[in-house]
């Protein structure tokens, strides 16, 4: 079975500031996607960003990044110029590409962001 | 506004009774996953259902059932609650078959379920 770890309980940023936020995942599969989902106060949850395994590109969306290294089995989420409103829980998630398992997600524990002004 | 929808926001119960809950997928999506957020044991995944069908199933209690309806809707029904089934559920969709979609599933607001 696959496990995500996310071994960063809580960060902080200051405002414009940047943050990396780390995610681990153990898998013996070769092809899978990752998530980054943000749950703010209102708890819904958000995605972020997302990332095919067989893309060697890193996913960017405006001002989130990640730095996918599927050897390490590492996807870390980079937020630069940190805004008040990024304030959240950030869930990394692994969706494995095989049928048989369907397209469940599995998530890590969660690391919850403070931006501070 | 994911465009998923369920209710009811926020159910307050007591021990032993049943409850269900109620989602409605995005607009063309075919599959919904269900999913419960517990301070005990985080995010897990449920059960999903796929055009009718169960697809997957996770840590889903026998004291749990589900369905999803030929309008695509699904329920989420909960029996004998006990205290530690106090949590917030989710419901998500996909669009298998589209191009990228397949991959990405949309979450509802949740609904808050307390058990006293």
């Known amino acids: 079975a696959q496990t995500v770890t996310q071994s960063q309980p809580e960060m902080s940023v200051q405002e414009a500031e940047t943050v990396t936020l780390s995610c681990t995942y153990d898998t013996s599969e070769s092809d899978y996607y990752l998530f980054w989902y943000k749950q703010p106060p209102s708890r819904q949850m958000i995605l972020v960003i997302r990332?095919?395994?067989?893309?060697?590109q890193n996913a960017t969306e405006n001002r989130f990044s990640v730095n996918f290294q599927k050897a390490a089995k590492s996807f870390s989420l980079k937020i630069s110029d940190s805004q008040l409103g990024d304030a959240a829980m950030y869930f990394c998630a692994y969706r494995s590409s095989w049928e048989t398992s369907g397209s469940r997600l599995t998530f890590g524990e969660g690391t919850q962001l403070t931006v501070n002004p | 506004d994911s465009g998923v929808t369920q209710t009811p926001k926020h159910l307050i119960t007591a021990t032993g009774q049943r409850v269900t809950l109620r989602c409605s997928p995005r607009s063309g999506d075919l599959s919904v996953y269900w999913y419960q957020q517990s301070l005990d044991q985080g995010l897990q995944f449920l059960i999903q259902?796929?055009?009718?069908?169960?697809?997957a199933k996770g840590n889903i209690l026998e004291r749990f059932s589900a369905q999803q309806f030929p309008d695509l809707h699904s329920e989420l029904n909960l029996s004998s609650l006990e205290l530690g089934d106090s949590a917030l559920y989710f419901c998500?969709?996909?669009?298998?078959?589209?191009?990228?979609?397949?991959?990405?599933?949309?979450f509802g607001p949740g609904t808050r379920l307390t058990v006293l």
């Open positions: 998500a969709s996909t669009s298998p078959g589209l191009a990228g979609g397949e991959d990405t599933q949309y």
């Open positions: 990332q095919e395994a067989y893309k060697q």
């Open positions: 259902y796929y055009n009718g069908e169960e697809r």
